[in-house]
Nanobody, 124 residues
Framework: QVQLVESGGGLLQAGGSLRLSCSAS????????MGWFRQPPGKEREFVAA??????????SDSVKGRFTITRDNAAGNMNVYLQMNSLKPSDSAAYYC???????????????WGQGTQVTVSS
């Protein structure tokens, strides 16, 4: 059974930091590029960051570049992806999701299963 479990969200003031975690199990996620996406209230889901399977390359949306860092840990039997978020802004408020991404287009989600997400709310 595929499971993607996000955690680490919260409520904080602008300028603060959070570290989101995603635990992936149920298939061979270790060999897949992974990404973080977010969905602000009333808006469509958007790409935030992605990392290839070996963690040698990462990609970011222009809105988070220089503030967010994606990393991963490919442990045997489980895989974790992290998103370190610094200098948070109210515009970063959203539900955050981790998800596999297309190897050839890493800002695009790959697959239909989504986890529950974790909510980040940044006040001004």
């Amino acid at each position: 059974q595929v499971q993607l479990v996000e955690s680490g969200g919260g409520l904080l003031q602008a300028g603060g930091s959070l570290r989101l975690s995603c635990s992936a199990s149920g298939r061979t996620f270790n060999m897949l590029p992974m990404g973080w996406f977010r969905q602000p209230p009333g808006k469509e889901r958007e790409f935030v960051a992605a990392i290839n399977w070996s963690a040698s390359s990462s990609y970011y949306s222009d809105s988070v570049k220089g503030r967010f860092t994606i990393t991963r840990d490919n442990a045997a039997g489980n895989m974790n992806v992290y998103l370190q978020m610094n200098s948070l802004k109210p515009s970063d408020s959203a539900a955050y999701y981790c998800h596999p991404v297309l190897p050839t287009k890493m800002d695009s989600p790959w697959g239909a299963y989504w986890g529950q997400g974790t909510q980040v709310t940044v006040s001004s």
